[in-house]
């Protein structure tokens, strides 16, 4: 796949992944083989799709809290309750170069949540302020950045000034 690294560990992760999911051990488990690893082979190159959008989509970002973690790719997000050290394809996609926002440290939560969102295009809503607003991601970051946030793969290092 273009824009990612096709390492063998990428792979690793993936397959055993999907083949810990509880259904596919239960497929396993009852001598149904076969449909377990279809099922297993979907999840596979559904998550590769995945962090290949990651890697193209100038907004994707992978944002963690005490609700858990989010890998956002613009239209879908990804997410799960756990923090990232127990969602693989989240922390496969920050190990790829995917910005990640870890906002655990932040203590004032109601600031947080009254930041606007991401925009899906990369582009700066005209509105200065509303429900609807929506920032590029290095805005969003240095918004959050602010309220205690800490960064990784900062993709602010990359502009020229």
């Given amino acids: 796949m273009k824009g990612i690294p096709m390492q063998t560990g990428v792979l690793c992760v993936l397959r055993a992944t999907a083949a810990s999911w509880w259904r596919h051990r239960e497929l396993r488990r009852t001598g149904q083989l076969k449909l377990a690893r279809q099922l297993e082979r979907e999840t596979v190159l559904r998550d590769l799709g995945y962090l290949k959008q990651a890697a193209l989509l100038p907004n994707a970002h992978v944002i963690c809290g005490e609700g858990g973690t989010f890998l956002h790719l613009g239209w879908t997000t990804v997410s799960t309750f756990a923090p990232i050290e127990r969602f693989p394809l989240a922390a496969l996609a920050v190990a790829l170069g995917t910005p990640f926002?870890?906002?655990?440290?932040?203590?004032?939560?109601?600031?947080?949540?009254?930041?606007?969102?991401?925009?899906?295009?990369?582009?700066?809503?005209?509105?200065?302020?509303?429900?609807?607003?929506?920032?590029?991601?290095?805005?969003?970051?240095?918004?959050?950045?602010?309220?205690?946030?800490?960064?990784?793969?900062?993709?602010?290092?990359?502009?020229?000034?």
Avoid: H, K, W
């Fill in 101 to 161: 926002i870890d906002i655990r440290p932040v203590t004032d939560v109601i600031a947080f949540a009254n930041l606007p969102r991401v925009a899906r295009d990369g582009s700066d809503d005209s509105e200065p302020s509303g429900p609807g607003r929506s920032v590029s991601l290095t805005t969003y970051i240095d918004m959050a950045e602010q309220l205690g946030a800490s960064i990784t793969n900062d993709p602010r290092l990359c502009r020229s000034t």
